[in-house]
């Protein structure tokens, strides 16, 4: 875990060029946001607490882009785009393996894509290691 | 109290060589026309935007093209549900004292001014920009997100949305004025190009030239007024990540507040006019706002309950899927419709039981901004 109580860390996450999902944990009402703004969109408390994810959870929807909307992105379609729903609790948009259905248990990996670092999400099979 | 009592709606599909100003102006001509009014009678206007001509004042731009002075003017954004907020937006000004007759004017050469993937990149911006635009994301994919939730949760299959496409094409055939007018089976809809799955083409609505414009007025100035009676919104979230529940919206508490206003109950209602970007959106505001039961908008559909001779007609027009979507006037199109089938104007395409009460329903962003009108014929 990353504190925002430690000053000289400033967390990155993959929206910076790093593996890792990052969400927001208020220290005052417990709402979790996976769009960090440094204040709670719930209570208005500024006690956020940076928390790095284990990058496991639930998709929630899913869908392919077939129909890509720039020459960068039809190189690469169709690509499956999901909502993951991370098990501590924030819903995240990633890429994904195709097949993927609602209700299946993933692990959120990394796909590079030109000089990009994007989430990916990937069935996290019962014979996995749930906790990495 | 506020009356529409001027309707101007241009066809909509390929509009060769006219700017998003053209399409404005011929629109707001044929409106000015239809109350019965001079350009020196509009005090007020408001307007929303058009992507192909980004403009920090578009209202005036339009103003000073079209030769008005109004004494009160802006533009006003909140996507696809632009349309109806402007025509709220026109409502308080006008029951507000602020202006006797508001010009609510759109319009925009989305299909003629620029490319397809422009507008597809342009449209995507609705999205997060840390957080989700850069995984290449699309609006019928935001959508196609927001579908597989709904038909998760509610038994909605892709042949029960294909059912509303055959319906709105159905509609658009005997609408002139309509971009897409061939008709299509659910079987053409099942096997069309694959978009953003469940999404198909045929989910989805044009991209289209066009505009649209209206008359508020104070008084019932012109002999086929309209009143508005019920005015509600609800704004939940921006962006699909950030939707708490894709199966529930705030199409419902918006349309229970418009409705409570106009002290009228979804039996009262005559004429449904309801945003249809997709087959999609189109399906859950039907359900959302209790127009059918959950699951059930593609049976009642191809049972007739929405054709123009059935209990409840439905975007007579064609919708946004087959009439076509330029931007602010596409919902607009709506509007105009439901205007004529109200007063009786709809010549051909005239609704035998001519309705009383009209409810419409505009969503702007990914579900992400609701607007519900109630409109009343008085005579």
Known sequence: ?????????????????????????CGVCGKRSYFRRGFCPRCGSKSVE??????????????????????????????????IDLDEGPRVMTHASAGLAIGDRVYVGWQRVGERVIPRAEPLHSQDKEIL | ???????????????????????????????LQDAGLARADVDGLVCGYATTMPHIMLSTLFAEHFG???????????????????IMLAHLIVSGGAADNVLVVAGENRLTGQ?????????????????????GPTVPAYYGLVASRYMHEYGLTERDMAELAVLMRQHAASHPGAQLRDLIR????LASAPIAPPLKLMDCCPISDGGAAFLISREPLSPHALRIIGCSQAHTHQHVTAAEDLAHFGA?????????????KVGDIGYAAIYDSFTITLAILLEELGLCERGQSGAAAAAGHFSSDGELPLNTHGGLLSYGHCGVAGALAHLAEAHVQLTGRATGRQIKRQPVIAALHGDGGIMSSHISLIMERTR
């Open chain 1, 1 to 25: 875990m990353t504190s925002s109580s430690m000053p000289q860390q400033t967390p990155l996450d993959w929206t910076d060029g790093h593996e890792g999902l990052l969400f927001e944990d």
């Open chain 1, 50 to 83: 940076v928390v790095a994810s284990q990058c496991q959870g639930t998709v929630y929807a899913v869908t392919t882009v077939v129909r890509a909307p720039a020459p960068k992105w039809k190189a690469l379609a169709p690509y499956t785009l999901t909502l």
């Open chain 2, 1 to 31: 109290m506020s009356w529409v009592t001027g309707v101007g709606l241009t066809p909509f599909g390929r509009h060769e060589g006219r700017s998003s100003l053209d399409l404005m102006t011929m629109a707001a001509e044929s409106a």
């Open chain 2, 68 to 86: 008005l002075q109004p004494r009160y003017a802006h533009a006003a954004q909140v996507g696809g549900a632009t349309g109806f907020a402007l």
């Open chain 2, 115 to 135: 490319s397809r993937d422009m507008t597809m990149q342009t449209l995507a911006q609705a999205g997060h920009a840390r957080y989700e635009v850069p995984l």
């Open chain 2, 186 to 189: 659910v079987e053409d809809v």
């Open chain 2, 252 to 264: 419902h508490a918006a349309m229970q507040r418009a409705m409570a206003q106009a002290g009228v």
